[in-house]
């Protein structure tokens, strides 16, 4: 709903024919179009075979999807989610969604992480400890 959806209905359930959501993505005040997406947990690259597949489950329900996944995406995979004359579907990696939650603050904790430079002690001769467990016991 943050990037213009409407009408978001999640379904991710056993029999749900590859299809774990869909809503209507409002282009502007004429068009909008109906979004099928599904969402994998993989540890593999995510081949063609799955866009195929997820392709086939939009047919005459859709006019585009978004296949959201915890790794990469191969470049066969990539070619075939742009193929020419076939419903577009749009491709979001782990670090897309990643990006994605921050920009829109969902569901992340910004933390600023501080880290030393060990460089600009060295020139002082001076050891300083990489981990505060490495230091000596007083």
Same mark, same amino acid.
């Given at each position: ?41 993989? $540890?593999?690259?995510? =081949?063609?075979?799955?866009? +195929? %597949?997820?392709?086939?489950?939009? #047919? /005459? ?8 996944? $915890?790794?990469?995406? =191969?470049?066969?995979?990539? +070619? %075939?989610?742009?193929?020419?004359? #076939? /419903? ?51």
């Amino acid at each position: 709903r943050e990037v213009g959806f409407e009408e978001v209905v999640v379904t991710g359930r056993s029999g749900d024919g590859g299809i774990d959501g869909f809503g209507t993505l409002r282009i502007n005040r004429l068009v909008s179009d109906r979004v099928l997406f599904q969402c994998k947990r993989y $540890t593999t690259q995510i =081949s063609p075979s799955y866009i +195929r %597949e997820f392709r086939g489950s939009m #047919a /005459a329900r859709a006019d585009r999807g978004i296949f959201l996944a $915890t790794n990469t995406f =191969s470049a066969e995979a990539k +070619r %075939e989610a742009a193929r020419e004359g #076939a /419903a577009p579907i749009e491709m979001v990696d782990l670090d897309a969604l990643i990006s994605l939650l921050t920009d829109l603050g969902l569901g992340v904790t910004v933390r600023t992480v501080f880290a030393v430079d060990q460089s600009f002690f060295h020139e002082y001769g001076a050891k300083v400890p990489a981990r505060p467990e490495d230091e000596p016991d007083k």
